[in-house]
Every structure is written in structure tokens, then in C-alpha cells.
């Protein structure tokens, strides 16, 4: 059973959250449970990145067998990418993944230290120094120090730490980061400090697979991720994000999707196009006036009464259709045309707000549910119940939570999915409109079931007669079945019926966890003392990433294929729950 | 700081085989060595035949360390030179420089560029437009250009002052103006009428 958590790892959750729901957690559980996976990502504390960075260099170092600069020079220039460079390496081989770096092989030897009193020419600053005042590089190029450091000083202040290449013209090659951290503290220990600073996060700048959190105030993590960067994660610090695009989390939409879905909604011009379809300018004091009758004459609160249809002031005196005296000649059947496309894209928008407003709001009112729940069960737990399992009440609720939130984003998913900004060209009308209705059933199911859920567990069950409470036991650990269920297949709609089909989709969409999202864990420092479980677990899996966890925790892989549901007892309960109570709640929730 | 030792030094050598190279590089003033005015003569077998080009270039105060700034005084018709501000699109005076290379060798790589363009990689996109689509009319006007900016004519330095005095500029200022641009009438004009 490789489902569960390590002791440390456990301590690690329960400590962190006794906070939580510890009344909630009950001793028989025969009621369904959570089975758990290590977190495939890993949260990088200021302390943990040397670690974490020395674990990459140390593969490449014992793989290579180079010295830890070399090693470095390499993993920089592939972006920290250990497998690409490891596929390279057995393809290429390594003259290539040197050369292509800028590390030279060979080390040249000087056989002969050159004597304290002969001088050389240096050919940058064109004097003449003693041979104890200059510097080889690997590459055999020899400058004199005060040369070296300048070169350095200016290298670093343009930030180009992590490449700064030998001053021979033409020369490839990358210094030795030792000779620059010797030569440079000798004349700007400050400088130094910062080229260590630049080298060390460089591990997070030039690694995809490696964000920092976007908390502001920043926290000071790094978040790190194995397999799919299009997945959302949560910091330490309780901030959830989506990892690819670092706002909020969004599934099922798309990055680029929710991106233009906030602006949207952020954008005046929407209020401004309603402005335009339900109100016309008053012709005597301009105030914006709507239309709320029938008929077209209109009357604004200065009294001025004027014709809806050119806008020009009117008498008062009309008829359902005709105004006295009046008669528009102005009116344009293009003018009628534009507002009504403008309405109708409005009333689009409108309705997929509404509905993803909705949802939005309902999840933060649900929240407060957690509070209510709470007590309910300590109500429930006094009594003389034979009841004593209460769990269902807590994975119904983080099961609505979940639920809630994929509802809520698959408005904007679907405004976007059937609308004309993306994939116009890539169905036909008929195609479209097949589409829709396929995602539409499944969207309403789960709406419909989410409500149910919602429901029930809003009621007060504590004070319903023991029978009573059965039942709705009985429908909210139904529905917490239902509802996942159709959240999977909302997501396997999505990936096969809708974007699997079309051939040019930039929309990656982060997957559906019925977990929840996953909470990063914090990286263990001190791995780096076992040298030796790194190659077990290299071999175990194939996915050397996922060694800079203990070798005793599974590696984690994508979303889980097994139903939430799974009948297997756990192992060890206790932190089950109260860890993953909150899980789908944002930390502004908590 | 510039490193002024090895500037004189760059200079000294550089002018030393003038002969040889026909490249040249002069302090604008005496008093400052940050502010030097390059001369390269035109390659053979290219329309720039003949004539002699002023380059201006600018000392950074990291030099050589930092690359220095070199810009065309004289006006050329190239792909990869702008022929408003001569303006110069090479590598080895952006990220390729290496403060092994010298003032020489950069005004080397400079004359090379007028015999190789590379107009994939223009800076001035009409020229590299007429390059590519109409090479004679292109080789036309780099000749023109050639001829009427580059050349410096057979003229005395009496005969250069009395024809811009003619042209109503003041005799001193003519012979300063003439001065400081190494005697070339073209850009002494020029010079003059801007003020
Ligand atoms: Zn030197
Ligand atoms: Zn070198
Ligand atoms: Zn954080
Ligand atoms: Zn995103
Ligand atoms: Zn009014
Ligand atoms: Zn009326
Ligand atoms: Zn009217």
C-alpha cells in the first residue's frame, strides 16, 4: 500500500493542524476516507534551497563526474532540467553537453608553477605582472587579476551572475565560479555575497519547474513542482495558486481564459455597452435615462419628456405608439441592428456571470458553514447517540467546498469554450451547439446535486431525531459520492469531448483533484547525507525527480485514476481529516 | 574608471602601422580620452572604394571592459548601418565584446561589416529592403553616398577655407570646425550649417 503518508510526513500535517477540526475526528471509521498521496509538490523555504539545489548538483556531479561548478555551469544551462540533461548526455554524450554549456573537459595542468620573479604580459590591461598576480581559466586563458576582477565586477552588476564567460574573444567558456567568488570578495565582499545570492536562485529563476509563491507579502517559498506544471498548488502559507500563470486558482478554465475572464469583468466597457443598449442621454440635461415601459416615450427626473427612439424632446401627450406632434425620421435600422448584437453579447456575458457570481458567492456563505458544522457535531456528539462516526459530515462539506469551486469556474470555462474569442474556426455552428448542450448536461447535474448537497448539510440536523439524522447521513454521503463523480466527468468532458478534439488548443487546464488541491510539503533538509537512496530511488521509479522526498515516501504521480472511495482501511488515521477539512479553502477563508 | 594606460597604449599601436592598416584613432581633444574620433578606409571591390569613414566612438567608463560606443560620422549607405544616425548593428559592440578585443580590432570588424553585409539583421531596414530586392539600384546609391560624404577631395586646406568662407561662415570658425573633423570639408559643412 504505497498510499500513505510517512510518519514524518504525518506529524508534519497533524501538528500544523490540530487547529482545525479535531472534534471532528472519529475512532470507528467504517465510513468511506480519503486515501492520501504524497504531495507531488514541495514547498522551498529560504533554509531548504541550498539543499534542494545541492541535490540536483550532486546527481549531475556523481553522474558526470565533475566538480560542483561544472555541475552547476550544466544545470543552468539547462534550466535545472536534470532529465533533459541526463537525455542529452546519453545521446550526445558528454563532449557535447560540455561544450554546449561552456565547461572545459580537460583540466590543464600546469606542469610548470611559474617562478615569483618572471613576469607576463597581460593582454587586456596590456602591463606587464608578475606571474603570481594572474589567473587561468580552465580554457588555458590567462589574464591578470585585476583584469579578472574587473571583468567580474561589471558581469555581475549586469546580472549575468550565472553566465559570466572567459574574456578571451571568442572563448565559450564559464569561470569558475570559485576564482570569481575569491577574486571579487578580495576587493567587494558585498558583491560576492551577491553573486552567491544570484547562483543559489537561480535554482527558482531558471527552473520551470520551480515558482516563486505569489504572496504578498512574500512568505519567502518556493513552490516545486514533478510532473505537470499546469496544476494548482498551495504554499505553506496557506496561498493557493495556479502554478502556471500565478493568480488564483481557475480550473477548470484556462490560464489565458481566466485571464481574459477577470478582465472582462474588471472592464467599465461592459457597463458602458449597457449603458448604451438602457439608457439615452435626457436632451435637456444629458443625465442617462432608462427606458422601463412599453412605449417609447420616455421621461427623465427633470421633467423633460423626449422620444426614446431619435431621442429628441417631446411633448407628453402619446399613444402606445405614436407621440403628438413628434415624428422621427432619424430612425435607423443599423443603429437597431448594432445595439441588438451588442445586447446579445451582453445578456451572454450576463448570464455566465450571473451563474459564476452565484456559485462564487455561495462559496464564500459556505465557508462559514465550517463554523456552524462544527458545532453541530459537538451537539451531535453529546448526545446518547449510537451515532459516533461524524466524518461524513466533514467530507461532505469539504466535498461541496470542492464541488462549489469547480462549478463556479466552468462559467467562464463554458463563456469562453462556446463563445467566439477561441474557437470559432475550429467548429462548425452544428459542432458547437452539440458541444454545448453535452457540457451543459453535465454542468446542470452537478449544479443540481452541489444545491442537494448544500442543502443538507445546512440543515440542523443536531436537533432531528436520531432517525431523522440517518437519513440525512445517508443522502449527504450519497451525494458526496454523486457529486465527485460528475466532477471527474465534467473534467473528462472538458479534456476528451471538448479541447481533446480540437487540434490548436493552447488551454491547458489543471486537473481535477478529488482531494482538493494539493498542499505542498515542506522539502526535508538534510537529504543530501544519503547519497544512497537517491540512486535506489532513481531506479525504483525512473522519476528521479521525485527523490528529494525521504526515500520511504512514494512519489506521487498526476491525479489519482482510484476513486476517492476506495474500500481499503488506512493505515493510521487521526490527521485525515482535520488536514483535509480545509483543503479546498482558500487561506482568506480560514 | 576608464583605463587610460591602456587607451594610450591602444593608440600608439594602432596609429604605429597606419601604413599597413590605413586605420587611425584620435583623441576629439586632448583633454579627454573618452571622446576619440576612428577613421576606416572603405574595402576594395565594394562600392565604398575610396572613401574614408569617420567613426565617432565614446569611451564607457568601464572600457574594456564594457564595449565601446561606435556610431558612423560620415553617412553610408549600408544594411547594417543607419543612414540617419550611423548608428552600427555588430555583435562584438553588444553581448559578443570581450575586453581582449581592442579599438583596432573593433574598427577592423567594422570595415569587415562594409565588405560582408548582413542584411538579415539590419539596422536600417529600407537600405536592406533595396538590398535585397534591388541589389543594382542598391550598389547606385551606396556609391552616390560614397562619393558625396566619404570622399575627402583633392583640395588644399587654403582651398577647403576659402570655399566655405565663400559660402558665408566666419574664417575662424572655418578653420576650427576644419580642425576638429580632420580637415574633411563634407563634415565641416555640415557641422557648420548645424549650428
Ligand atoms: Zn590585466
Ligand atoms: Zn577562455
Ligand atoms: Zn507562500
Ligand atoms: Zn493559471
Ligand atoms: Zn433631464
Ligand atoms: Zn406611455
Ligand atoms: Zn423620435
Known amino acids: 500500500m504505497e498510499d500513505y503518508m510517512s510518519g514524518s510526513e504525518e506529524d508534519y500535517y497533524s501538528s500544523d493542524r490540530e487547529d482545525s477540526l479535531d472534534g471532528l475526528e472519529n475512532d470507528e471509521s467504517d465510513s468511506k476516507f480519503v486515501q492520501y498521496k504524497a504531495p507531488s509538490c514541495k514547498v522551498i523555504t529560504k533554509e531548504s534551497l541550498l539543499s534542494a539545489q545541492r541535490e540536483d548538483l ?10 560542483e561548478q561544472h555541475a552547476r555551469t550544466l544545470l543552468i544551462h539547462y534550466r535545472w532540467d536534470v ?7 546519453v545521446e550526445k554524450g558528454k563532449a557535447c553537453i560540455f561544450a554546449g554549456a561552456g565547461v572545459t573537459a580537460v583540466e590543464i595542468v600546469n606542469l610548470d608553477p611559474p617562478e615569483a620573479s618572471s613576469t607576463v604580459t597581460c593582454n587586456i590591461c596590456m602591463e606587464d605582472v608578475s606571474a603570481t598576480g594572474v589567473t587561468n581559466m580552465d580554457c588555458g586563458h590567462c589574464f591578470c587579476n585585476s583584469c579578472w576582477t574587473e571583468h567580474f565586477i561589471v558581469k555581475i552588476n549586469e546580472g549575468q551572475s550565472k553566465r559570466i564567460r572567459c574574456m578571451a574573444h571568442k572563448c565559450n567558456d564559464i569561470c569558475d565560479e570559485a576564482i570569481v567568488r575569491k577574486l571579487v570578495s578580495e576587493k567587494h565582499p558585498d558583491l560576492a555575497e551577491k553573486f552567491d545570492r544570484f547562483l543559489l536562485e537561480s535554482y527558482i529563476e531558471d527552473n520551470k519547474m520551480v515558482k516563486w509563491c505569489p504572496s504578498i507579502p512574500h512568505c519567502g517559498n518556493a513552490i516545486r513542482v514533478e510532473n505537470d506544471e499546469f496544476c494548482e498548488v498551495e504554499c505553506l502559507c496557506g496561498l493557493q495558486f495556479c502554478f502556471s500563470c500565478l493568480s488564483e486558482t481557475h480550473s477548470p478554465c484556462s490560464c489565458l481564459m481566466w485571464e481574459l475572464w477577470t478582465k472582462k469583468c474588471r472592464d467599465e466597457s461592459e457597463t458602458v455597452n449597457w449603458m448604451t443598449v438602457h439608457t ?20 427623465c427626473i427633470c421633467g423633460q419628456a423626449f422620444c426614446w427612439l431619435c431621442g429628441g424632446a417631446t411633448g407628453r401627450n402619446h399613444t402606445w405608439s405614436n407621440i403628438t406632434n413628434h415624428s422621427c425620421g432619424r430612425y435607423k435600422e443599423d443603429s437597431e441592428k448594432m445595439a441588438k448584437r451588442a445586447k446579445r453579447d451582453l445578456y451572454r456575458y450576463m448570464h455566465y456571470h450571473n451563474r459564476y457570481k452565484a456559485h462564487t458567492d455561495s462559496f464564500k456563505q459556505e465557508s462559514r458553514l465550517r463554523e456552524t458544522v462544527k458545532e453541530k457535531v459537538s451537539n451531535l456528539e453529546a448526545t446518547d447517540s449510537k451515532l459516533r462516526d461524524f466524518s461524513w459530515i466533514t467530507n461532505g462539506l469539504c466535498r461541496l467546498f470542492r464541488s462549489r469551486r469547480a462549478l463556479s469556474y466552468s462559467y467562464p470555462f463554458a463563456f469562453y469554450m462556446f463563445g467566439d474569442d477561441f474557437f470559432k474556426d475550429e467548429m462548425t455552428e452544428k459542432e458547437r451547439e452539440i458541444k454545448q448542450h453535452l457540457f451543459e448536461d453535465q454542468q446542470q447535474q452537478l449544479e443540481s446535486n452541489v444545491e442537494k448537497l448544500s442543502k443538507f448539510l445546512e440543515e440542523p440536523f443536531d436537533e432531528y431525531p436520531e432517525e431523522q439524522v440517518m437519513q440525512i447521513r445517508m443522502q449527504v454521503i450519497n451525494l458526496t459520492v454523486i457529486t465527485d463523480d460528475l466532477c471527474k466527468k465534467m473534467y473528462e468532458c472538458i479534456e476528451n469531448d471538448l479541447l ?4 490548436f488548443t493552447i488551454h491547458n487546464i489543471a486537473p481535477y483533484q478529488s482531494k482538493g488541491i494539493e498542499r505542498a510539503a515542506e522539502l526535508a533538509i538534510g537529504w543530501s547525507t544519503q547519497a544512497g537512496s537517491i540512486k535506489k530511488c532513481q531506479k525504483a521509479d525512473g522519476q528521479a525527480n521525485g527523490c528529494i522526498i525521504e526515500s520511504d515516501v512514494p512519489s506521487a504521480s498526476g491525479i489519482s485514476d482510484e476513486s476517492e472511495h476506495s474500500s481499503r482501511k488506512r493505515a493510521r488515521k487521526g490527521s485525515f481529516e482535520s488536514s483535509l477539512f480545509d483543503l479546498n479553502l482558500p487561506a482568506k477563508f480560514n | 574608471m576608464v583605463d587610460f594606460a591602456r587607451v594610450q597604449k591602444e593608440l600608439q599601436e594602432c596609429n604605429r602601422d597606419f601604413e599597413v592598416s590605413g586605420i587611425k584613432v584620435m583623441p576629439k581633444s586632448d583633454a579627454n580620452l573618452a571622446h576619440l574620433l576612428g577613421t576606416i578606409p572603405g574595402p576594395l571591390g565594394t562600392p565604398y572604394e575610396g572613401g574614408s569613414f569617420k567613426i565617432d566612438i565614446t569611451l564607457p567608463d568601464g572600457y574594456p571592459f564594457e564595449p565601446p560606443k561606435m556610431q558612423f560620422a560620415t553617412k553610408v549607405w549600408h544594411p547594417n548601418i543607419s543612414s540617419q544616425s550611423g548608428a552600427i548593428c555588430l555583435d562584438i559592440l553588444k553581448d559578443q565584446w570581450s575586453p581582449a578585443l581592442t579599438l583596432k580590432t573593433a574598427l577592423l570588424s567594422v570595415q569587415a561589416l562594409l565588405s560582408a553585409p548582413e542584411p538579415d539583421d539590419p539596422q536600417d531596414a529600407v537600405v536592406a529592403q533595396q538590398y535585397l530586392r534591388d541589389y543594382p539600384t542598391f550598389m547606385g546609391t551606396a556609391r552616390y553616398w560614397t562619393e558625396a560624404f566619404a ?13 566655405l568662407v565663400e559660402m558665408g561662415f566666419p ?25
Not at chain 1, 532529465?83 to 548526455?89: F, H, R
Not at chain 1, 436632451?283 to 417609447?296: I, L, T
Open chain 1, 280 to 299: 439615452k442621454p435626457c436632451p435637456k440635461c444629458h443625465k442617462p435615462v432608462e427606458k422601463n415601459g412599453g412605449c417609447n416615450l420616455v421621461s
Open chain 2, 171 to 195: 574664417e575662424a570658425l572655418v578653420r576650427s570646425t576644419l580642425v576638429s573633423v580632420d580637415g574633411d570639408e563634407n563634415m565641416a559643412l555640415e557641422k557648420l550649417c548645424s549650428g
Open chain 2, 151 to 163: 570622399m575627402t577631395s583633392s583640395l588644399g586646406v587654403e582651398d577647403k577655407v576659402l570655399k
Open chain 1, 58 to 67: 550532486r546527481r549531475v556531479m556523481e553522474l558526470l563526474s565533475v566538480r
Open chain 1, 83 to 89: 532529465e533533459k540533461l541526463i537525455a542529452v548526455y
Open chain 1, 500 to 503: 481533446g478534439s480540437l487540434q
